[in-house]
């Protein structure tokens, strides 16, 4: 099987004061295992596919990815990726501000962190359904959107530094229709250590 499922950084109830110990476990085990075994399914019969990064397939998605299987590599092949980041950018006692040339392009792109901020929650709010809110690099530049389902930036060639998962699979148990306080809270749990070395890996390209 080319593809595992990543363990978490970190025990299931670290993050319990935002998200708790179930939400992750049936996250982490359930989605995000799902995802792995059935991208794994859909290239069982792709060996050169299957050879490729996980980037690679992405980035491929519509030109080495053959019609029959294509649907299945976006949804399992982007769930994948989306989360496999999504565990490495949070961390038990975590949040505050970014820090160095993360914290620079910010301020020149948003105008400071808060506008920053404001502008990533009303991103993640209008996404109707489910989905993911991004902060991508894009030419070089910072720029904020959000993907349905389980798509990545990475199909469309850009770099996801950071996403939030707005599917209610992340928040219904303990916020139920409230995603607002989901997208509120979550800062507090965030590894800028983490963003800021994924933004400069970003620029290095
Ligand atoms: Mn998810």
Do not use: C
């Amino acid at each position: 099987m080319p593809f595992t499922l990543p363990p978490l950084p970190y025990a299931y109830n670290a993050l319990e004061a935002v998200i708790d110990e179930t939400t992750m476990h049936l996250h982490h085990e359930k989605h995000h295992g799902g995802y792995v075994n059935n991208l794994n399914a859909a290239l069982k019969d792709h060996a050169d596919l299957a050879a490729l990064s996980l980037e690679d397939l992405l980035r491929g998605i519509n030109s080495k990815v053959p019609e029959a299987i294509r649907t299945a590599v976006r949804n399992n092949g982007g769930g994948h990726s989306n989360h496999s980041m999504f565990w490495t950018i949070m961390q038990p006692g975590g949040g505050g501000e970014p820090t160095g040339a993360l914290a620079q392009a910010i301020q020149k792109q948003f105008g400071g962190f808060e506008p920053f901020q404001q502008r990533f929650q009303e991103a993640g709010m209008k996404r109707f359904g489910s989905g993911w809110v991004w902060l991508v690099l894009k030419n070089g530049q910072l720029d904020i959107l959000s993907t349905a389902n389980q798509d990545s930036p990475i199909m469309d060639g850009l770099y996801p530094v950071m996403g939030n998962d707005v599917w209610e699979h992340a928040y219904y148990l303990k916020y139920q229709n409230r995603r607002a306080y989901y997208l509120i809270a979550w800062w507090k749990i965030l590894n800028w250590g983490e963003i800021g070395r994924r933004y400069e890996a970003g620029i290095k390209g």
